[in-house]
């Protein structure tokens, strides 16, 4: 059974840093594209960013680049978000999602299938 669980959220002050990690188990990393997502109180779901391993690609929203780095452990199946200088437009509950990819393409875009149960980000002085 495909699980994503997510983890590494808490309460940040402006311009701080915090990593959130997103574990996956019952499938490899190799085959998905792995999605990071938000969602603000009173907000649309937002696609943070995402990456294909198998593809060597890693895209980010613009409001998330050079702020935020994507990344994977394949030794522990999973996957990492790091977010530096953090604003407090970037408090929001943190999905990561999973989708089964075939080909290269715009993983921002995708309709993923598998999601996580969130994480919430809070930064805030």
């Known amino acids: 059974q495909l699980q994503l669980v997510e983890s590494g959220g808490g309460l940040v002050q402006p311009g701080g840093s915090l990593r959130l990690s997103c574990l996956a188990s019952?499938?490899?990393?190799?085959?998905?594209?792995i999605g990071w997502f938000r969602q603000a109180p009173g907000k649309g779901r937002e696609a943070v960013s995402c990456?294909?391993?198998?593809?060597?690609?890693?895209l980010y929203a613009d409001s998330v680049k050079g702020r935020f780095t994507i990344s994977r452990d394949n030794a522990k199946n999973t996957v990492y978000l790091q977010m530096n200088n953090l604003k407090p437009e970037d408090t929001a509950v943190y999905y990561c999602?999973?989708?089964?990819?075939?080909?290269?393409?715009?993983?921002?875009?995708?309709?993923?299938?598998?999601w996580g149960q969130g994480t919430q980000v809070t930064v805030s002085s």
């Open positions: 999602a999973a989708v089964s990819v075939h080909f290269p393409r715009n993983c921002l875009s995708d309709k993923y299938p598998y």
């Open positions: 019952g499938f490899t990393l190799d085959d998905y594209a």
């Open positions: 990456i294909m391993s198998n593809y060597g690609t890693t």
